[in-house]
């Protein structure tokens, strides 16, 4: 079997996780591109490649259980196995004036929808993934969270957090938490999972204010990188560890 490691990013057709990709393939991954929209993938495959990483496009609506079984056949065929899986696709929400998401009128179909992307979805592809990643010597899985999902941080009036975003913020903290089931569950193995915290980052995801997703990919990459003493169910951004 080939040395290279092979790397599935998912919504890495822009923003952080193309970052990701194009970090991970510097380093000398296979990147399989997750992404929905076909044209994005294919540019981002193109562009990845001018920059000569080596990159492949995977279909991937990490919502639809039939787009994930296909994905997941794709990189068997294209691979035979998985080393490395960011879970990096992820939505907002609707917002409101302000960028805020009023627990008191919050519409459920949005808090459902960002459920189903933040959550349900990572669990749907790490799933998927499994048998694959299962093949590697080293599995790696990194899961896109936030700060805002620090119930900690958001409990204390001390820590800024920007505003308050009841649908968006719980799925971060729901993500954690699932972080932490699959780290038990993979106790004495050597799949390492863990969630990594970008900060704010100027992409569409934010109309464009924050620090650049090159900058922003770093604590992902190294997460998907680690030694096999490396940490795993813990949560970290730039600077370490960031409270539950």
């Known amino acids: 079997m080939s040395e290279t490691k092979i790397a599935l990013v998912t919504g890495a057709n822009k923003g ?3 970052e990701i990709a194009a970090g991970l393939g510097a380093l000398g991954h296979r990147v399989g591109v997750g992404a929905r929209d076909e044209a994005r993938r294919a540019s981002a495959v193109e562009k990845l490649r001018a920059a000569g990483v080596d990159a492949f496009g995977v279909p991937l609506d990490v919502t ?9 056949e794709l990189i068997e ?7 490395v899986l960011v879970n990096n696709a992820g939505i907002s929400g609707e917002m409101g004036p302000g960028w805020v998401q009023d627990p008191t009128t919050l519409d459920l179909d949005v808090v459902r929808k960002v459920m189903e992307t933040n959550v349900i979805g990572v669990i749907r592809v790490t799933n998927a993934m499994l048998p694959l990643l299962r093949r590697s010597a080293s599995p790696r899985i990194v899961n896109a969270s936030s700060t805002v999902g620090s119930v900690t941080w958001q409990a204390d009036p001390n ?31 050597n799949i390492l999972i ?4 970008p900060g704010l980052v ?7 204010y924050g620090r650049p997703p090159q900058e922003a990919a770093a604590t992902a990459i190294r997460l998907a990188t680690l030694p096999d003493d490396g940490p795993t169910g813990s949560f970290f951004n730039d600077e370490g560890v960031i409270p539950w």
């Open 202 to 208: 100027a992409t569409d995801f934010t109309g464009g």
């Open 16 to 18: 952080v996780g193309y």
């Open 194 to 197: 863990n969630a990594a915290c």
């Open 64 to 72: 639809d259980d039939q787009s994930v079984t296909e994905a997941a």
């Open 159 to 189: 820590v800024d957090v920007g505003p308050i975003m009841a649908a968006y913020a719980p799925t971060k903290s729901y993500l954690n938490a699932v972080t932490v089931q699959y780290a038990r569950q993979f106790a004495g193995t």
């Open 77 to 83: 065929r294209q691979a035979g196995r998985l080393d």
